[in-house]
Each structure stands twice: as C-alpha cells, then as structure tokens.
C-alpha cells in the first residue's frame, strides 16, 4: 500500500490533474507513519478535559509555539530538539486516548515520544486528583466566608462606628 501511494505521489507532477490524488497519498503516508511510530495510552475521562490537560502539559514542557486544531483535537510543537506530535481521541464513552509522535532530524523518536506521553499522563493524574478534591470540597456559604478569616479572639460588640479618643486628651 505504501509503495503504491508512493509511486503514485511521485508520478503525479507529470500527469494533468492529480492535485487531490497527490493529497490523498500523502495524507495516507502521514497517517500510516503516525500509527506505525506512535505510542499511546488510553485515560478514563472525557476527551475535552483530556485534551485541555495536555495542551496544559506541552506549554509547561516548551516554550515554543503550539499549533493546535481544537476541531481534530491535534497538536504538534518543538520539544527538547525535536517535533512531537499528539492527538487526542475518545474510544469509547469514558475512555480517551492519547498519541504521540516525536521526530528529531526527521527520525523517529520512540524515546521522545514515551517521555512525552509519561509527562501528559502525569500532568493529568494530577490534574484529574484535583479536580476529584475540589468536587468533593464542601460547599461555602458566600454570606459568611468573611467571618471565617477573622480571628477567633476579636471581640465584634466591642467595636462601633464612633471615632474614639485616646486617654490623657484633655477636652
């Protein structure tokens, strides 16, 4: 199949009008690169808070810039001299999985792209504990959440809105 789309890519710019042949061959040798060296994991959670959770991941890992297409739920950056690519898909309700790919001088980098996904699968555990504590947090009543600043020693009858005067004043 790759030998077929590949003489097919490159026979193209002699042939008339094989512009959306040549696209599909190439999308179809980028797709099956992306399967073959890839490494992914599948999370129990929904595939937009899995998603939010690794763009948090990658900004925290890289300073570049982040292309991502919020629609296909796909991101690619540079990364520790590398290219990583990620994709988010939910595979069942509940259960959503994450790939990536790394390159580093256009090679593939199974090293790169492991350490990638261990750190996104982290950044989310954690992400996903604090959100379960803070779900589970008690709720406040906004009325009196100042009175639970105050120190429990202050007295509130002694103070009034009178100005006071300081002793040894002489009137």
Known sequence: ??????????????????????????????????????????????????WHSALNSLSGMTHSLIHRDDDLLQARTNLDYGQVQIQVKEVSVGQTQITVLAKKALVYSPELSTLTLERIITDFDNLSRRAAMSANAPARDNGTEWQDTVPSSVNWDTFTDQPTTEQGDSE
């Open 1 to 50: 199949m790759q030998k077929l789309t590949l003489a097919t890519l490159l026979c193209c710019p002699f042939l008339g009008g094989c512009a959306a042949a040549a696209l599909t061959a190439s999308a179809v040798i980028l797709n099956d690169d992306f399967q073959d060296h890839s490494v992914s994991a599948t999370v129990p959670s929904d595939s937009n808070f899995v």
